[in-house]
Nanobody, 121 residues
């Protein structure tokens, strides 16, 4: 089992920045990819960004150029730096961990509890 603990959500004005963190613990050897999803009000959960152990990244078109995913393998932690935030970025953000065996193809096995990000206009 892998446990994921997220932090860093909150309320920010449009144009501002936030950084989310997700610390993984447990059977880390069983995963080689981590990522962030979000669920906006009335919408389905959608991939925001993913990153593999090797550093390969993938972004949703709506956040490309504004968000950056990174990881610190020594701390088993993945980050999501969110800049130029927009009201439409408001959502609950979930950390995910799993495996990736092909480019931009993930099998997510573990999920965090979610952290709220609210962007005011």
């Amino acid at each position: 089992q892998v446990q994921l603990v997220e932090s860093g959500g909150g309320l920010v004005q449009a144009g501002g920045s936030l950084r989310l963190s997700c610390a993984a613990s447990g059977s880390i050897f069983s995963i080689n990819a981590m990522g962030w999803y979000r669920r906006a009000p009335g919408k389905q959960r959608a991939l925001v960004a993913g990153i593999t152990d090797g550093g390969s990244t993938n972004y949703a078109a709506s956040v490309k150029g504004r968000f950056t995913i990174s990881r610190d393998n020594t701390k088993n932690t993945v980050y999501l730096q969110m800049n130029s935030l927009k009201p439409e970025d408001t959502a609950v953000y979930y950390c995910a961990a799993g495996t990736s065996r092909a480019t931009n193809v993930y099998e997510w096995k573990y999920w965090g509890q979610g952290t709220q990000v609210t962007v005011s206009s």
